[in-house]
């Protein structure tokens, strides 16, 4: 076997250890991403809740304001009523009381619905904050058992990669980029033994002269349907 191959093939079952260590915790940032969106999610639906409770709560008050001014304008009209020297201003008094009134009696309609609508929006508040609490909670959760699992992990972890460093020294930088290419894209199998003149990587056959240079043992030969690098087991 060429010895760069017999190299990566060495080097292939280090990194296919490291691949079975690592493959909960590289799933952990995902799934962290996707947690993290609902709860951003239901703290986004909090928060728009109360920012429409507090809108009414301000819109009640200020038609409470607006009723309190006409009952203090038609105090004052009342007062005219008995100052007014003739019958057509006590009629246009009279007339313009009621108008006010007819006003004020509308704006306290709509302050009442409103104050009814913010009791609902209350509740509805409530609940929203429970559900976005209860998420929060969850994702803590999530994230200190995501920190332990990869912190127990860590040891294991580094001491393999530093097994691999010094495995790979000797071996020429663009093979080694190729090979780390090809593990990547060919399902942690990027050296593939050849059986009976098949690549066990795609289970194409293999020509003559590949074969043949195989056994040489003096060239690194690749499978010419899926690129894998090859060896010939003993
Ligand atoms: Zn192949």
Redo the contacts with the bound molecule.
């Keep these: 076997m060429h010895p760069h191959v017999k190299k990566l093939l060495e080097l292939q079952k280090v990194d296919q250890e490291i691949s079975s260590l690592t493959k909960d915790i590289d799933s952990l940032p995902a799934e962290e991403a996707k947690r993290r969106k609902r709860l951003d999610e239901l703290e986004r639906i909090a928060a728009e809740k109360r920012a429409r409770m507090t809108k009414a709560d301000l819109d009640s008050r200020a038609l409470d304001k607006a009723v309190m001014g006409s009952d203090e304008e038609i105090k004052k009209l009342n007062e005219r009523l008995n100052m007014v020297r003739n019958n057509a201003e006590y009629q246009a008094t009279l007339f313009q009381i009621e108008a006010v009134r007819k006003d004020r009696d509308v704006t306290q309609e709509e302050c009442l619905k409103l104050l009814e609508s913010i009791e609902e929006l209350r509740k509805e508040v409530a609940v929203a904050d429970e559900a976005a609490a209860g998420e929060r909670k969850i994702f803590e959760g999530f994230l200190a058992e995501a920190n332990k699992l990869r912190a127990s992990r860590a040891g294991a972890v580094g001491e393999v990669r530093q097994r691999r460093k010094v495995m790979s020294e000797g071996v020429p930088q663009d093979l080694l980029n190729e090979y780390e290419a090809l593990y990547k894209t060919r399902d942690r199998q990027a050296v593939?033994p050849v059986d009976n003149n098949y690549?066990q990587?795609?289970?194409?056959k293999?020509t003559l002269n590949d074969t043949a240079r195989l056994m040489g043992g003096s060239s690194v030969v690749r499978?010419?349907?899926?690129?894998?690098i090859?060896y010939l087991p003993r």
């Design positions: 593939s690549c990587g795609c289970y194409n293999i499978c010419n349907s899926c690129e894998r090859l």
